[in-house]
């Protein structure tokens, strides 16, 4: 069975830094690229990052220059690095993969609020 579970949510000041892990299980890990998408109160779930199975990076423009993603593929986990949090990056962060077959898996989620 697969399991994705988020964590390092919380509560940071403008300017400041978290780092989620997203723990996967139940799949060949290296096989995929692994995402994150975020969703702020009231707007719709948006694209964040995305690493390829060969460790390649994307990034939404917005996020550019302050979110690293990351993956470990001996403990089948991918980070996300953000730094210079600002209030509009706070939403519900959620790590995703896509199966080759069958819809995509989501995690339950993790809330980054970035209030002063």
């Known amino acids: 069975e697969v399991h994705i579970v988020e964590s390092g949510g919380g509560m940071v000041q403008p300017g400041g830094s978290l780092t989620l892990s997203c723990a996967a299980s139940?799949?060949?890990?290296?096989?995929?690229?692994m995402s994150w998408a975020r969703q702020a109160p009231g707007k719709e779930p948006e694209w964040v990052s995305r690493i390829s199975y060969g460790s390649t990076p994307f990034y939404k423009n917005s996020v550019k220059g302050r979110f690293t993603i990351s993956r470990d593929n001996a403990k089948t986990a991918v980070y996300l690095q953000m730094d210079n949090l600002q209030p509009d990056d706070t939403a519900v962060y959620y790590c995703?993969?896509?199966?080759?077959?069958?819809?995509?898996?989501w995690g339950q989620g993790t809330q980054v609020t970035v209030s002063s």
């Open positions: 139940g799949f060949i890990f290296t096989d995929y690229g």
């Open positions: 995703y993969y896509d199966p080759t077959v069958g819809g995509r898996i």
